[in-house]
């Protein structure tokens, strides 16, 4: 089964950015569709941008649309989020994995992002 490694995150001002990564291991990477998803304190995992595998097509949340920027360099495997004019509500972690399919994929750790003054 593939796994998944993020990083990346940390303490940021609101209006900053930050570039998260996350590094696939294994062999098949370049054919995913790959998504990123956050889990804020007391709710939800959710699905907040994807990416296809070859078509490289892109998908985002509503709450994230025109910040937020995913992209994928297949020769390294890794997966990126590069998150612009971040706001509190971005507080998260943040983790990656199959998209839109996320069972037959894997969680990992994640990587926290906290936004505050």
């Known amino acids: 089964q593939v796994q998944f490694v993020e990083s990346g995150g940390g303490l940021v001002q609101p209006g900053g950015s930050l570039r998260l990564s996350c590094a696939a291991r294994?062999?098949?990477?370049?054919?995913?569709?790959m998504g990123w998803y956050r889990q804020a304190p007391g709710k939800q995992r959710d699905f907040i941008a994807g990416?296809?595998?070859?078509?490289?097509?892109?998908s985002y949340a509503d709450s994230v649309k025109g910040r937020f920027a995913i992209s994928r360099d297949n020769s390294k495997n890794t997966l990126f989020l590069q998150m612009n004019s971040l706001k509190i509500e971005d507080t998260a972690v943040y983790y990656c994995?199959?998209?839109?399919?996320?069972?037959?994929?894997?969680w990992g750790q994640g990587t926290q992002v906290t936004v505050s003054s």
């Open positions: 294994g062999s098949l990477f370049r054919v995913y569709s």
């Open positions: 990416i296809g595998g070859s078509s490289g097509i892109t």
């Open positions: 994995n199959r998209w839109p399919n996320t069972a037959s994929g894997s």
